[in-house]
């Protein structure tokens, strides 16, 4: 009896060895929590340095810088800082009415986001895909509906598609849209 709980145990090892989970050492942090601790987004006042060109980035450290970027951008309105910081410089913009590239975009946004009443109403990102909801309220006129999609290559954002709705007149559903 004990030799077969000793061989379902030793037998379950490789499964346990390679789950991250339990790579736990170095003050509690598993093995790719430590290889990526750099790359993960800093205090505001120690950042120095851009996440473009990218780097090899996994998907929860993505995650982070994905929402630094939305933090800078959408949250303190910080158009430069969020667009050096985490923009390539040859931005893929599919906006028809955009030109391409980082600083084009950063120029124009420069003139609208610190202006504008926003809020954001919800983010997520998955498989390199960063989706951010905003409700944009323009002083007299009706709320706007704002998604804006990224798209990352390890630890920069690559390219951008934004779609923008205005809140109707006439709408009959009244939690449209928010």
Known sequence: MRTSIFLAALSSLPILLASPSSLKWLNGKS???RDYQHLRPQ???NVTESYCPPRYAPEPVQREIFNAFIEALYIRKDVFGAFNTH???DL???DPFDAQGRDANAGKLSNIIPFVPSTVLARNFNNDIGLIHVRVDE???LPIALADIYRMNGTC???HWDVTQETPRNATNPIAMF
Do not use: M, Y
């Open 31 to 33: 093995l790719s929590e």
């Open 43 to 45: 205090p505001r006042s």
């Open 87 to 89: 923009i390539a410089v």
């Open 92 to 94: 893929i913009e599919h």
């Open 139 to 141: 002083e007299g006129h």
């Open 157 to 159: 954002i690559v390219e």
